[in-house]
């Protein structure tokens, strides 16, 4: 897709898949082209203001 760039190594949050989670060129969101999980970047706080940090799973060889 244009605009987005894979994240080599990364597991999908919400279906377990590696290798498919994209990120948008601009940092905004992130994208599963398995299972069409997204996550935007201003979705990254509560209510309250408080960051919640939500980590991306990286394997090493």
């Known amino acids: 897709m244009k605009g987005y760039k894979f994240i080599a190594g990364a597991v999908c949050p919400s279906c377990g898949d590696l290798d498919s989670v994209m990120l948008?060129?601009?940092?905004?969101?992130?994208?599963?082209?398995s299972c069409n999980y997204f996550q935007k970047k201003e979705d990254?706080?509560?209510k309250?203001?408080?960051?919640?940090i939500e980590?991306?799973?990286?394997?090493?060889?």
Do not use: P, Q, R, T
Request: glycine residues 4%.
């Open 48 to 52: 309250k203001g408080n960051e919640i």
């Open 55 to 61: 980590s991306i799973k990286i394997l090493n060889d």
């Open 24 to 33: 948008k060129n601009d940092d905004s969101m992130i994208k599963c082209v």
């Open 44 to 46: 990254e706080f509560d």
